[in-house]
């Protein structure tokens, strides 16, 4: 059975895609294959026909194996906006079994996959469908990215009360400088790994650009897989 990891965020824009690509990157230089998975986006574009989702793009992208996009994104919408809203607009319904059947396949094929959430832990998914029944349904353990920002402190202590609160285990946190220069940096991640109480994971500095080779040294697959 593959090792499957769900990353969420205490908020959208918080750098979920670059810490799921850059756990990818590091589970492939260790040999294992693995595969990217985003289930629901909202915000796309229509190319040749079909509507392709940025994130979930790159994602594909850094898989091992050439995957089929409906497999890593079964959901998406052209709108950037929260993804039951997104749906209705598109007259959609969001299927918790398809995501299901795209996850097994994804995980038949390769040893590990990782699988993005959408937004932040408590966005609606549809009427009937939430971040937690995806996470439940999957048998996965969470990971949870921080953007590290003035209000985060507050943002990851909720986030984690909730996740845990829905009988989740949070297997550890990410810190991701999102503002160049903000103040207290290292009382803020002092302050969340006393407060968050599972390990950091991995801690990224503030890029411009993107770039996951330079990423590989900072995150720590032993405390997720024992590895």
Known sequence: MANGIFVTGT???VGKTWFTITLMEALKEQGHQVAGMKPIAA????NNGR???EDASSIMHHCSKSTDYELINPFVFELPVAPHIAACEQNEVISLDQIIACYGQLAAQNRN??????GGWRVPISENISTVDIVRDLDL???MVVGIRLGCINHAILTAEAIRSDGVN???WVSNQLE???LFIRETNNTLKERLACP???????MSNFEPDKMLERIDLSLIFGA
């Open 141 to 143: 353990p969470v990971i």
């Open 43 to 46: 915000g796309a574009i229509l």
């Open 180 to 182: 160049k220069d903000h």
């Open 11 to 13: 908020d959208t824009g």
């Open 170 to 172: 949070l297997c550890g």
């Open 200 to 206: 950091r994971i991995a801690d990224i500095p503030y």
């Open 51 to 53: 509507l392709i989702n």
């Open 113 to 118: 996959v990782v699988v993005e959430g959408v």
